[in-house]
């Protein structure tokens, strides 16, 4: 077995991802841990939030942090789908249409400001979110193996933004808020500020590689979900299908996603098994972006059918 499968490496290499996100975000560790328990899940991440709280300064140092290529898109409502995937440029050596890839060709892609593209712009990453590929003028293009999604958007309602449509929130495995920092916390962004470098200091490496992401992501995989466990995930979608105020209940997609994150979740924990409580604390972020509700926030809703859904005897 390699060493990078071996518990005690996954944690040094977990602690170095939360020590550098935790640097570039300071006091949000709850935050950190959730956008880890994503990427160990193979998801694509949502952060909604006001602008200026560090949306994007998460989502670099997330990028910076697993290395690999770094593709960003900085959503306009002039951006076109083929300023996401690419396009055919006529070769004048060649005489040929050579494709150009896209940013969404990178290891790890920011969408900036996801919801102030157009609806037929973001669904050019409908195929490439959930299928790892990109068709284009009827050629498939694979992309790769680790491609992972991190988008910001600012809160819905908000000068000229769109709405994602379901099918586009369904992509995502959950949705983050960051929030404005604590007092303390603030006052000492402030200090930091003061006499702080103008130019660009050196990038730091990367803390793990794609072969060390692939095996973070497969021990993942193997975190055990036992069948009271999967029942209780089983009783919870049924809830969110037959709740009157529900209008768009969990897809079969996003349990499979909320099992996986739960798995994302226990792995963190350094425990090999799921336990209705990881699954609980991981909900509302995985529900909360693909439930349609009938109301703004459906954090209250998704906080009663956790609270009205029985847990198996034993929590595991």
Same mark, same amino acid.
């Given at each position: 077995?390699?060493?990078?499968?071996?518990?005690?490496?996954?944690?040094?290499?977990?602690?170095?991802?939360?020590?550098?996100?935790?640097?570039?975000?300071?006091?949000?560790?709850?935050?950190?841990?959730?956008?880890?328990?994503?990427?160990?899940?193979?998801?694509?991440?949502?952060?909604?939030?006001?602008?200026?709280?560090?949306?994007?300064?998460?989502?670099?140092?997330?990028?910076?942090?697993?290395?690999?290529?770094?593709?960003?898109?900085?959503?306009?409502?002039?951006?076109?789908?083929?300023?996401?995937?690419?396009?055919?440029?006529?070769?004048?050596?060649?005489?040929?249409?050579?494709?150009?890839?896209?940013?969404?060709?990178?290891?790890?892609?920011?969408?900036?400001?996801?919801?102030?593209?157009?609806?037929?712009?973001?669904?050019?990453?409908?195929?490439?979110?959930?299928?790892?590929?990109?068709?284009?003028?009827?050629?498939?293009?694979?992309?790769?193996?680790?491609?992972?999604?991190?988008?910001?958007?600012?809160?819905?309602?908000?000068?000229?933004?769109?709405?994602?449509?379901?099918?586009?929130?369904?992509?995502?495995?959950?949705?983050?808020?960051?929030?404005?920092? +604590? #007092?303390?916390?603030?006052?000492?962004?402030?200090? @930091?500020?003061? $006499?702080? &470098? %103008?130019?660009?200091?050196?990038?730091? /490496?990367?803390?793990?590689?794609?072969?060390?992401?692939?095996?973070?992501?497969?021990?993942?995989?193997?975190?055990?979900?036992?069948?009271?466990?999967?029942?209780?995930?089983?009783?919870?979608?049924?809830?969110?299908?037959?709740?009157?105020?529900?209008?768009?209940?969990?897809?079969?997609?996003?349990?499979?996603?909320?099992?996986?994150?739960?798995?994302?979740?226990?792995?963190?924990?350094?425990?090999?098994?799921? +336990? #209705?409580?990881?699954?609980?604390?991981?909900?509302? @972020?995985?529900? $909360?972006? &693909? %439930?349609?509700?009938?109301?703004?926030? /459906?954090?209250?809703?998704?906080?009663?059918?956790?609270?009205?859904?029985?847990?198996?005897?034993?929590?595991?």
């Amino acid at each position: 077995m390699s060493d990078m499968y071996a518990p005690g490496h996954r944690t040094a290499v977990l602690d170095a991802l939360r020590a550098r996100m935790n640097a570039a975000l300071r006091g949000k560790p709850d935050v950190v841990e959730r956008a880890l328990a994503c990427v160990l899940a193979r998801g694509h991440l949502l952060i909604e939030d006001r602008p200026g709280l560090g949306k994007t300064t998460l989502a670099k140092a997330l990028a910076d942090a697993l290395g690999g290529t770094f593709g960003r898109v900085q959503c306009t409502p002039d951006l076109l789908p083929s300023d996401v995937t690419g396009f055919n440029l006529f070769s004048e050596k060649t005489r040929e249409f050579e494709f150009r890839p896209g940013p969404v060709f990178a290891d790890i892609v920011l969408a900036d400001e996801i919801n102030r593209a157009t609806p037929r712009t973001q669904s050019a990453l409908l195929e490439a979110m959930a299928e790892r590929q990109v068709t284009y003028d009827g050629v498939r293009r694979a992309l790769s193996p680790r491609f992972f999604v991190i988008a910001t958007q600012n809160p819905a309602g908000q000068h000229g933004t769109y709405p994602l449509p379901e099918a586009q929130c369904d992509r995502f495995a959950m949705k983050l808020t960051v929030g404005y920092p +604590s #007092p303390a916390e603030e006052a000492g962004l402030l200090a @930091a500020a003061v $006499g702080e &470098r %103008l130019d660009t200091p050196p990038p730091e /490496p990367p803390v793990t590689d794609a072969a060390g992401l692939a095996a973070l992501q497969t021990a993942t995989a193997a975190v055990a979900v036992t069948p009271p466990v999967r029942d209780y995930l089983l009783r919870l979608a049924t809830a969110t299908r037959t709740h009157p105020r529900i209008e768009l209940g969990v897809s079969p997609r996003g349990l499979l996603t909320l099992q996986r994150v739960a798995q994302a979740w226990a792995l963190l924990s350094e425990r090999d098994f799921v +336990s #209705p409580d990881d699954v609980q604390d991981v909900a509302p @972020a995985v529900l $909360g972006v &693909r %439930l349609g509700v009938d109301a703004d926030d /459906p954090a209250p809703l998704i906080a009663e059918l956790l609270d009205s859904t029985p847990v198996p005897d034993g929590r595991d």
